[in-house]
């Protein structure tokens, strides 16, 4: 009785980080450019029992295995970014931006508690202007993040702006009052391999800080699209992607995972009945 509530422990605080998951993606329904995630299952370790020494004795068109094998319960294998598109918002603001390819990020600077820097991606394309001084200005995500260009460096605007225009390829233009303008490139790079980024908070992405264990490096995960490459990425002005969560399939998955949670605490409930009905045997 303690293997079947072994068992179904080691299975229940899996299912709980499923469902926090689950949690996470439906609570980001409405945020612009968030991607949801995806969790899949691996059993644990199994334990074989040899009951029948002889295995000469093995039929010949047996389909299972010949002694008996007891597992350990299940975990997380893998919690999975899926990339998929999201449906394009139209707000009518110049600043809005999305991509409307997958995989393709904007890279942001984020400023560290200890006053380091560390480069972010992020799908979320509603810019702004964060004031510098009088007469400048710095390109911004929704949360105050420095906009990098295809060099990584931050976006500063000197002057009063009368309008912006956004090219498909990222190409940003900044028109002002007396005539002039300024033009950058956003800084944009494309994924190749999802599974190695981490959350790092505020609908940001990130480079794992152990990369060197991982046995792989920056260029492996993600492309910078810079010179001939800018032809590869796809924006559009005066939109904003929506998140790719879908409401019916993540409900689903909600209700699935708590059944499943409900199964293995009703084990450990019948096996701690029993074990009491074999302590009360005379």
Do not use: W
């Amino acid at each position: 009785m303690n293997r079947t509530m072994i068992t179904a422990t080691n299975t229940l605080s899996q299912l709980q980080k499923q469902m926090d998951m689950i949690s996470h993606n439906l609570a980001n329904i409405d945020t612009a450019g968030y991607k949801r995630r995806e969790a899949s299952f691996t059993d644990l370790l199994v334990q074989e029992y040899r009951n029948q020494p002889n295995n000469a004795l093995e039929p010949q068109n047996r389909m299972t295995p010949f002694n008996i094998r007891q597992g350990t319960g299940a975990r997380l294998g893998q919690i999975q970014l899926i990339l998929s598109q999201g449906s394009l918002k139209s707000t009518g603001r110049e600043l809005d931006t999305a991509f409307t390819a997958e995989g393709q990020f904007y890279r942001v600077m984020v400023q560290n508690e200890d006053g380091s820097s560390a480069m972010r991606l992020t799908r979320n394309g509603a810019l702004y202007l964060s004031p510098l001084s009088d007469n400048e200005s710095m390109l911004v995500n929704s949360d105050g993040h420095a906009i990098l260009d295809e060099n990584n460096q931050p976006i500063t605007i000197a002057g009063n702006v009368k309008n912006f225009r956004i090219n498909e390829t990222g190409g940003f233009k900044a028109e002002m009052y007396d005539g002039t303008s300024q033009e950058y490139n956003l800084g944009v790079v494309l994924v190749e391999k999802p599974q190695f980024l981490e959350q790092k908070g505020g609908n940001l992405l990130g480079l794992p800080d152990n990369l060197a264990e991982l046995g792989v490096d920056e260029g492996d995960i993600l492309t910078n699209l810079t010179g001939q490459m800018r032809d590869r990425v796809s924006i559009e002005q005066r939109v904003l992607e929506q998140s790719n969560v879908e409401m019916s399939k993540e409900m689903t998955d909600l209700i699935n995972v708590q059944r499943s949670y409900q199964f293995h605490s009703k084990s450990i409930t019948l096996a701690d009945q029993m074990l009491g009905l074999v302590n009360g045997i005379r």
